[in-house]
């Protein structure tokens, strides 16, 4: 299907066979149509909190047939999946900021196993919820798409990578031990990016320190990678 991105159709990969899918903050509904007509998804809620792209999401199913497998619905983030008593084996969340996925994750309940996610912003503190919940990292992928490289991971709750330290926290317990490419070129960007901040901030402000410590982890990661590709 030429409509889906690099990004949707990793996520896509993300979806194991026969899976109860919903794509919270559909905008299109790209994705679900793709998983209904893949037949890799057994069903899929396509939802959004907003009219307009909802109405598009509709058209667009409706147009490319598959309708009877995926079924749109307008909501806020994934509260309704208990008052419909709708169980998810996976539910996406792309296409926001850390902090929007972190205010829909505030309402995750017993209906829903696995969360599915590529944020546009970093994924730390997405990591460090997971952490704190004792979820398990399933898969993680890195995902060039227009000039951006994406982290999309699979959190499951009941097996999986364990989020152990701070560094799994940042890097991603799988990303950080295998030899990607794309991991070196997104953290080596990230750490030009640290320096610049340094050179626009005081020494002793609060925020320098924080950076400077950040930038420590990047460091060490690095290290680490070249090492390996030495
Ligand atoms: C930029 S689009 C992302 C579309 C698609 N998920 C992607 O990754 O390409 C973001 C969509 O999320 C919807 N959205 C934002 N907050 C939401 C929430 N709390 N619950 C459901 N949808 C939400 C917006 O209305 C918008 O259509």
Redesign the pocket.
């Known amino acids: 299907m030429s409509f889906l ?1 690099p ?2 159709f990793a ?1 896509a990969s993300m979806v194991s066979e026969g899976e109860i899918v919903a ?6 509904a ?2 679900p149509i793709f998983l209904a007509k893949d037949g890799k998804a057994k069903k899929i809620y396509a ?4 009219l ?3 109405s598009v999401a509709k058209n667009n199913i409706a147009s490319f047939g598959v309708s009877d497998k995926v079924e749109t619905m307008l ?4 509260e309704w999946t208990i008052p419909n008593n709708i169980k998810l084996d996976s539910c ?5 900021g850390s902090s ?1 996925i972190l ?2 994750l505030k309402k995750d309940n017993v209906n829903i196993d696995c969360y599915i996610i ?1 944020s ?1 912003t970093n994924l730390e503190p997405i990591r460090k919820w997971a952490k704190q919940k004792k979820y398990f990292i399933e898969k993680e992928l890195l995902i060039e798409d227009n000039k951006i490289i994406y982290e999309l991971i699979k959190i499951n709750k009941f097996a999986g990578y364990k989020i152990k330290n701070q560094l799994d926290v940042l890097f991603g317990p799988i990303l950080r031990k295998d030899n990607n490419k794309l991991f070196l070129q997104k953290w080596l960007k990230e750490e030009q990016k640290i320096l610049d901040l340094l050179k626009q901030i005081p020494v002793k402000d609060k925020k320098s320190k924080e950076f400077l410590k950040y930038k420590k982890n990047i460091n060490k990661i690095l290290k680490r990678r070249t090492l390996i590709n030495e």
């Open positions: 991105t990004r949707l996520l794509d919270i903050g559909t905008d299109h790209y994705l939802t959004d909190v907003a307009k792209p909802l909501a806020d983030g994934i996406i969340i792309a296409g926001m929007t205010d829909i590529a546009n």
